[in-house]
């Protein structure tokens, strides 16, 4: 496994790209959400340290898992069986915006600010997003070129969420200090972890919702209206 401290300033995650997870589109936000949300922001800029990690596997696509050498399987269902399909090596992943941000969050909790959770809560997600963002870039320097698929998580596509057990294990138990619940759920919660398939003949288009089935998603939501 391959794991790198990263500098705020690689996420280039702006005040604008909160307000669009927020879900404001192309509507102004009000001035106290959008004064809060920049000190917020320039705050936790100072001393977040988000952590990403991967680490490459040689293996093959089979109807509804990845086989790994070594025997090892990944069961990711057919769905996203068929989006890996052409891959011959996978790259296990996992980013975290980190404790330090958990902490956080949990201060903000106990003193029942509900403005301020939420915003912290859009925060760590687009910071883990971030972070992902940059785990790819630093593995397409590994790739040299090489073609590879759009991150896939467990919980998404019908991979089921019981499938961190066995990412967590390859990736050493604990990548970038994240620990994974009896109901495999990530601490810190703003974490994000799964699989990227590489091959020459790997599709490498922007999968979306057509291929989604959580009919809860209020990102689906949003695009329906």
Not at 55 to 71: H, I, K, N, P
Not at 74 to 102: C, D, E, M, P
Not at 200 to 214: H, N, S
């Amino acid at each position: 496994m391959q794991e790198y401290e990263l500098d705020f300033s690689r996420l280039s995650l702006t005040v604008n790209d909160l307000f669009t997870e927020m879900g404001y589109g192309s509507t102004e936000p009000e001035e106290p959400v959008e004064a809060l949300t920049v000190s917020m922001l320039e705050e936790v800029s100072s001393w977040i340290v988000p952590r990403c990690a991967f680490g490459l596997f040689d293996g093959r696509m089979e109807e509804d898992a990845v086989s790994l050498d070594g025997g090892e399987r990944i069961h990711v269902g057919a769905t996203i069986s068929s989006l890996l399909k052409g891959s011959g090596r996978f790259a296990l992943f996992a980013a975290t915006a980190g404790t330090a941000f958990q902490e956080y969050q949990n201060r903000l909790k106990a003193e029942e600010d509900i403005l301020k959770s939420f915003i912290a809560d859009i925060i760590g997600t687009c910071i883990a997003e971030k972070a992902g963002d940059c785990m790819e870039r630093l593995l397409e320097k590994e790739l040299v070129g090489e073609r590879h698929t759009n991150r896939l998580s467990p919980g998404y596509c019908g991979w089921h969420l019981s499938g961190q057990q066995t990412l967590f294990r390859l990736m050493g138990g604990n990548p970038c200090g994240i620990g994974l619940s009896e109901v495999c759920l990530m601490t810190p919660i703003k974490s994000i972890s799964g699989i990227i398939g590489i091959g020459p003949d790997v599709d490498e288009k922007k999968y979306g919702c057509q291929y989604c089935e959580l009919e809860t998603c209020y990102k689906r939501k949003r695009k329906k209206k």
